[in-house]
C-alpha cells in the first residue's frame, strides 16, 4: 500500500485541480488543469508533508475516529 500522506495529498490535488478546471470552464476563462504527475518534486513534497502534519494532529484524528463510529 501506498503511503498514506501521499496518496492523500495526490488526492486532494487532482480534486482540487478537477474543481479550479470547473470553474474556469463555467466562466469560459482559458486555463489548463495541472497533473499530479506534472507537479515540481518540491511541490509533491509539500503536499505530502502538509498531509503528513494533518495525520499527526490528534484532535483532528479524534474528530475522525468519532465520525467513523457513527
Known sequence: MKDLPEEMAK???????????????????????????????RDRIEYVESFRQLLADQELMTIVARRSEL
Do not use: G, M, N, P
Open 11 to 41: 488526492r486532494f490535488y487532482e480534486i482540487h485541480e478537477r474543481l479550479i478546471f470547473l470553474r474556469v470552464t463555467y466562466a469560459k476563462t482559458s486555463l489548463q488543469s495541472k497533473l499530479w504527475k506534472d507537479l515540481a518534486e
